[in-house]
């Protein structure tokens, strides 16, 4: 892609057009935003640009069409896809000012806020008011609520609730061309055309940037409680989720953790749990309601499929110290393996009956490549987050061989009826295997629909899309 090189003419017309304390090209400042937190990658901007309103980004862009200079849009840097990395350089668009919660209707069940606001805070605030809003991806204490719109966030509850995809009913967007449109109405029901604001959640900022999101709410459900079933195998454990289902019971969430994850955590986060020796794998499953009676039958339901799945202890959290323990340990799970090895995160999601066949796969294919991998996950609804760890590979095996063995997996998962990324999206890292699942065809109107918005190609390049075949 042939781009312009930010030169000091366009800085000063960035710097007119947004205000010269919100541009910044110091060093420390470039580095601060040239990573996130997927695995080791760096790659410096030219300029970071901190707007603060919808006109403001809408100049920008602007200006950057005009001259040709890319352009990637930026929230709270925990993303694992590389979504967030200005690998052409040009200007880091970071959304951080955008931190306002505009406006809670609680008559409607509606909210609207600016992307920068931190999910967990937003959460909070409409809990508040007796609300829920139950997209809680494990880093709602960092990400913020339009990262979670660019990848079509979920976390553990979309098992009962569903991903965001659910819960944006519009938005306002700047086009890559500085046009400002909304997407959408703030109704629960959209037949007028096509859905522009399904086509933004998940585009990972390559067809517009999101300035303003309306949010549907629920009511704030008043009683939860969490169990934990250990099983001695992984494939028991993957095979009981299923059938809870299948029993009729739907959990507030499901989620699954390896036996090697488990012992992380307790290691590096110092969480209390007494794992025992013959447990390979748990279980946490939540219910939530407002009636503790229907609660606890559903629990019971769940015991027995337990039971006949081999789960050999169940616990209940009795306080409300004891659930927050035990949700620690889940969230905290990625942090504790990427600080006890070199390692590399893949998303994996399959319909929730073929998880055994998929955890089984992992091992094998990790045992023909010298690899070892922990596996955790929203089993609820089949998203497997599969951390694959460096251990004995060789450093060329690792920088050579390990990128057919992560084909293999992503074969795996969609002949399973899968695909590549249940929630951390595609961005740089994983657009080498789109093919794997979507044919010449499919990727070529994905190709189309970019260029409709953005023609130039200047906003977030390089990412989704593989390189089309060479004739």
Same mark, same amino acid.
């Given at each position: 892609?042939?781009?312009?090189?930010?030169?000091?003419?366009?800085?000063?017309?960035?710097?007119?057009?947004?205000?010269?304390?919100?541009?910044?090209?110091?060093?420390?400042?470039?580095?601060?935003?040239?990573?996130?937190?997927?695995?080791?990658?760096?790659?410096?901007?030219?300029?970071?640009?901190?707007?603060?309103?919808?006109?403001?980004?809408?100049?920008?862009?602007?200006?950057?069409?005009?001259?040709?200079?890319?352009?990637?849009?930026?929230?709270?840097?925990?993303?694992?896809?590389?979504?967030?990395?200005?690998?052409?350089?040009?200007?880091?668009?970071?959304?951080?000012?955008?931190?306002?919660?505009?406006?809670?209707?609680?008559?409607?069940?509606?909210?609207?806020?600016?992307?920068?606001?931190?999910?967990?805070?937003?959460?909070?605030?409409?809990?508040?008011?007796?609300?829920?809003?139950?997209?809680?991806?494990?880093?709602?204490?960092?990400?913020?609520?339009?990262?979670?719109?660019?990848?079509?966030?979920?976390?553990?509850?979309?098992?009962?609730?569903?991903?965001?995809?659910?819960?944006?009913?519009?938005?306002?967007?700047?086009?890559?061309?500085?046009?400002?449109?909304?997407?959408?109405?703030?109704?629960?029901?959209?037949?007028?055309?096509?859905?522009?604001?399904?086509?933004?959640?998940?585009?990972?900022?390559?067809?517009?940037?999101?300035?303003?999101?309306?949010?549907?709410? %629920? =009511? $704030?459900?008043?009683?939860?409680?969490?169990?934990? @079933? /250990?099983?001695?195998?992984? !494939?028991?454990? *993957?095979?009981?989720?299923?059938?809870?289902?299948?029993?009729?019971?739907?959990?507030?969430?499901?989620?699954?953790?390896?036996?090697?994850?488990?012992?992380?955590?307790?290691?590096?986060?110092?969480?209390?749990?007494?794992?025992?020796?013959?447990?390979?794998?748990?279980?946490?499953?939540?219910?939530?309601?407002?009636?503790?009676?229907?609660?606890?039958?559903?629990?019971?339901?769940?015991?027995?499929?337990?039971?006949?799945?081999?789960?050999?202890?169940?616990?209940?959290?009795?306080?409300?110290?004891?659930?927050?323990?035990?949700?620690?340990?889940?969230?905290?799970?990625?942090?504790?393996?990427?600080?006890?090895?070199?390692?590399?995160?893949?998303?994996?999601?399959?319909?929730?009956?073929? %998880? =055994? $066949?998929?955890?089984?796969?992992?091992?094998?294919? @990790? /045992?023909?490549?010298?690899? !070892?991998?922990? *596996?955790?996950?929203?089993?609820?609804?089949?998203?497997?987050?599969?951390?694959?760890?460096?251990?004995?590979?060789?450093?060329?095996?690792?920088?050579?061989?390990?990128?057919?063995?992560?084909?293999?997996?992503?074969?795996?998962?969609?002949?399973?009826?899968?695909?590549?990324?249940?929630?951390?999206?595609?961005?740089?890292?994983?657009?080498?295997?789109?093919?794997?699942?979507?044919?010449?065809?499919?990727?070529?109107?994905?190709?189309?629909?970019?260029?409709?918005?953005?023609?130039?190609?200047?906003?977030?390049?390089?990412?989704?899309?593989?390189?089309?075949?060479?004739?």
């Amino acid at each position: 892609m042939n781009f312009t090189k930010l030169n000091p003419e366009i800085l000063q017309e960035i710097k007119n057009a947004i205000g010269e304390e919100k541009v910044f090209t110091d060093s420390e400042s470039l580095e601060n935003y040239s990573h996130d937190e997927t695995e080791d990658l760096r790659f410096q901007p030219e300029v970071v640009v901190k707007p603060t309103t919808t006109q403001e980004v809408s100049a920008l862009l602007k200006i950057c069409n005009e001259h040709n200079v890319p352009v990637t849009p930026r929230g709270g840097g925990t993303g694992l896809s590389g979504a967030a990395l200005p690998i052409f350089g040009g200007v880091s668009l970071s959304m951080e000012k955008f931190k306002s919660i505009i406006d809670i209707d609680t008559e409607n069940l509606q909210a609207t806020v600016e992307p920068g606001v931190i999910t967990e805070e937003f959460i909070n605030a409409v809990a508040e008011k007796g609300l829920l809003y139950p997209v809680d991806p494990s880093s709602k204490g960092s990400c913020f609520i339009g990262g979670n719109v660019a990848h079509g966030s979920g976390g553990p509850r979309v098992v009962k609730y569903g991903t965001i995809r659910e819960y944006i009913l519009n938005l306002e967007v700047v086009l890559p061309n500085g046009d400002v449109i909304w997407t959408g109405a703030n109704t629960l029901k959209y037949a007028s055309g096509y859905n522009l604001t399904q086509l933004m959640i998940g585009s990972e900022g390559t067809l517009g940037v999101v300035t303003k999101i309306v949010t549907k709410l %629920l =009511p $704030k459900p008043s009683q939860s409680v969490l169990m934990m @079933g /250990s099983f001695s195998t992984n !494939e028991d454990a *993957c095979a009981a989720v299923s059938a809870i289902f299948r029993a009729g019971v739907t959990p507030s969430a499901l989620e699954f953790m390896e036996r090697k994850g488990v012992e992380w955590v307790i290691k590096f986060d110092d969480i209390k749990f007494d794992l025992k020796d013959d447990v390979k794998a748990l279980l946490m499953i939540e219910f939530d309601g407002d009636d503790l009676d229907d609660i606890f039958k559903n629990c019971e339901k769940t015991n027995t499929v337990l039971e006949e799945h081999k789960c050999t202890e169940v616990l209940f959290a009795d306080t409300a110290q004891q659930k927050e323990e035990l949700w620690r340990m889940r969230r905290t799970m990625a942090e504790s393996v990427k600080s006890n090895s070199v390692y590399k995160e893949e998303d994996t999601v399959v319909p929730r009956a073929a %998880l =055994p $066949k998929l955890i089984n796969g992992i091992k094998e294919i @990790g /045992s023909k490549y010298g690899f !070892e991998s922990v *596996c955790y996950g929203h089993a609820g609804d089949g998203n497997l987050h599969v951390n694959i760890i460096k251990a004995g590979m060789s450093d060329e095996d690792w920088k050579n061989k390990l990128k057919f063995g992560i084909t293999e997996i992503f074969e795996l998962t969609t002949a399973l009826g899968g695909t590549l990324s249940g929630e951390h999206g595609i961005g740089l890292v994983q657009k080498e295997f789109m093919p794997i699942k979507y044919s010449e065809i499919h990727l070529n109107l994905m190709r189309g629909i970019k260029n409709v918005f953005d023609p130039k190609g200047i906003l977030n390049p390089g990412k989704i899309m593989p390189n089309p075949p060479t004739p």
